[in-house]
């Protein structure tokens, strides 16, 4: 391998007349890319923060830990940053381990959230003493929000990693995100974080597993004790013994390594004999137990390397990043429409979403497709107030990024093009341009406001569509007004990018022209609150929230006359019809319960959740 790939150096592929750009083998197998799922408190930060340590990014744990104004004065940490070449941001984190290139997707934890949601109040309110976490607080459930951003990330993964708490095992994130994989076959590796304090029995957290997800786990790394008497941990794949040493929370862990046919030497380290036996006990039984590790099954999501450790304490991490190099998935295709720009139906439709064209077969995209493809999964405003700058983060499907070049983009007419001049990725505040990309890659590019989440980017003449990112279904919606017909220009101007953004959802008043009131659809109040407080400090509108009494959305896909026939029949007493973006019609219910039995008594509406 030429160093200069392995360093991200400019690839040797060349721009041809028909500006095709492929992305070279090693630089597809050297990637692998992961997003944590978890609920909050397991140890998503520790972890991450180790992941780095161990990954020879981070000198130091505790960088990532900092927030907000504490985190803006580590400029040594941002020159660092740099100088490694990782980035810490909200969106992704990139770093070299034995010439593999990891990409960490995040997925916002709840402080996270929380501080976005703060930097994005009107500075009236940022004031001193006003702490963040009174945000947070106002409202019973602001989880729902988190779970709907994290989705995105998901999207973006290859693999992901559930990491438990030891002592609580699954919790209602955990479930939630975990929904999310399943749709997605992703590899799932779980590990079971904090050991060092007192736990639930590893076999009652793996049966937990199976019964609750139906997923088998294969243990890899075994816990020898809990709590206080935490040993260590048995590498299932070669029966060495990893004894633990409490040692330095910041630096790394030291480590003694014992085989396990060392009966005497294992025994005298492990200095508890009840503790030995178990572990020979429970070293008879998973071999017996346990189905063997299928990796065909680790890939399809239905077999999950099971992990023991302690983020906190550096225990298990190196060993866990070590298997998950050789384990995971480098970066997978995607499934999209393709057909030759100018053809077709979606030429014609514009405005409406790839995934609408049930009538195009969806075909492979793979990384070594001969043609640059990637989705926007984030996008963001006005990151920096002093430049009102907007980013759409692309995750990079097939072939290589190359700074300048054009694209088509799904929503666009054909044959119109974008430069791709400004790539970036982002080193805390600060911006680093990017040359080169590969699939499995995250990049920032400018987003003039033409890119939203879900749509498709590609180059060359053959236009590829990837499917809709999934999404929550929305539970509360309310009226939003422009309170000031004066600002009716930045009002909407306003809204347009929050919807873009995927900030809230949008659906509207039954109207024949499409322009009836505007409803917004949210999985929670804090949704609503940021869009209300982005409205007035990032455009100058004031504006007005009436709440509607419904929570529930359910698509009617037999179309507008199943559903005008339905109300004529006085079937829909007491249900609200709107209609999305596309005019589809939507009926807005009040309960579960109240949907449920019209779908059962009127199934030729054929309802199915709405969700974007
Ligand atoms: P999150 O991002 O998933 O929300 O979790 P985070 O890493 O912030 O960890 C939550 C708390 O759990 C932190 O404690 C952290 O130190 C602790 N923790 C993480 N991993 C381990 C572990 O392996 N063992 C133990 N015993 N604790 C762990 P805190 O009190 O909130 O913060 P701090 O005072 O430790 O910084």
New binding site residues.
């Given amino acids: 391998l030429p160093s200069s790939a392995i360093d991200g150096g400019m690839a040797s592929t060349t721009s041809t007349a028909d500006e095709s750009y492929v992305a070279p083998s090693y630089e597809i197998d050297r990637r692998r890319n992961l997003a944590i799922i ?10 991450t ?1 180790k992941l780095l340590l161990y990954g020879g990014a981070l000198q130091q744990a505790g960088a990532v ?1 900092m927030k907000g104004e504490q985190r803006a004065t580590q400029s040594d940490f941002m020159e660092m940053e740099k100088a490694r070449g990782i980035s810490i941001s909200a969106t992704v984190m990139t770093f070299d381990y034995n010439n593999l290139r990891i990409n960490i997707l995040d997925t916002p ?3 996270d959230f929380s501080e976005d949601t703060y930097r994005n109040l009107p500075s009236n309110i940022r004031r001193p003493g006003y702490h963040h976490s009174h945000v947070f607080h106002v409202y019973d459930d602001p989880n729902r929000e988190m779970n709907h951003i994290s989705t995105r990330a998901l999207a973006a993964a290859d693999n992901a990693v559930m ?1 438990l708490d030891a002592a609580k095992g699954l919790e209602p994130q955990t479930r939630k995100l975990f929904e999310v994989c399943r749709m997605r076959s992703l590899p799932l590796f779980t590990f079971v ?5 007192p736990a639930m029995s590893p076999y009652e957290i793996m049966d937990q597993i199976e019964q609750e997800f139906g997923l088998a786990t294969y243990p890899i790394l075994w816990p020898i004790g809990d709590g206080d008497r935490f040993k260590g941990v048995l590498d299932r794949t070669n029966d060495v013994v990893h004894l633990f040493d409490r040692g330095d929370r910041q630096g790394k862990a030291e480590v003694e390594q014992i085989h396990m046919d060392d009966r005497e030497t294992l025994k005298s380290s492990i200095g508890d004999d009840e503790l030995f036996e178990k572990l020979l006990e429970d070293q008879e039984l998973l071999s017996e137990l346990i189905s063997p590790l299928d990796m065909g099954r680790v890939m399809s999501g239905e077999q999950s390397p099971l992990f023991f ?5 550096n225990f298990g991490v190196q060993l866990f990043l070590d298997k998950f190099c050789d384990m995971g998935t480098k970066p997978s295709g995607r499934l999209a429409k393709r057909n030759e720009e100018g053809k077709g139906k979606r030429s014609k439709q514009q405005g409406s979403n790839a995934n609408d064209d049930d009538d195009e077969a969806d075909e492979m995209i793979s990384p070594d497709h001969r043609e640059f493809s990637g989705f926007v999964f984030k996008t963001q405003a006005n990151l920096d107030p002093k430049h009102r700058d907007r980013l759409a983060y692309i995750r990079i499907v097939s072939g290589a990024f190359q700074k300048g070049m054009k694209v088509g983009h799904s929503r666009s007419k054909p044959g119109k093009k974008y430069n791709l001049a400004q790539a970036q990725t982002l080193f805390g505040s600060d911006r680093e341009s990017v040359e080169v990309a590969y699939p499995g890659d995250v990049i920032g590019i400018n987003n003039p406001g033409n890119f939203a989440i879900g749509d498709t980017l590609f180059s060359g003449n053959e236009k590829i569509a990837f499917p809709g990112i999934p999404s929550f279904s929305p539970e509360i919606f309310a009226y939003i007004r422009n309170r000031d017909m004066d600002k009716y220009k930045s009002y909407q101007k306003g809204i347009d990018q929050l919807l873009a953004e995927g900030a809230v959802q949008a659906l509207r008043q039954r109207n024949d022209d499409g322009g009836g009131p505007l409803i917004l659809a949210a999985v929670g109040q804090l949704q609503f609150e940021v869009v209300q407080a982005r409205l007035k400090s990032e455009y100058g509108v004031d504006s007005d929230l009436e709440p509607i009494g419904y929570n529930l959305a359910r698509w009617a896909d037999a179309g507008w006359d199943a559903v005008d026939k339905a109300d004529a029949d006085g079937k829909l007493f007491g249900i609200m019809i709107v209609q999305d973006r596309w005019r589809r019609p939507v009926l807005l219910f009040r309960n579960d319960w109240k949907a449920a039995s019209v779908a059962e008594d009127e199934k030729y509406l054929m309802l199915k959740p709405w969700s974007k």
């Fill in positions: 978890s609920h909050p408190d397991s140890g998503k930060t520790t972890m923060e830990r934890g709840h402080q990491l974080n904090k050991m060092d304090r450790g302690s983020a906190m304490t």
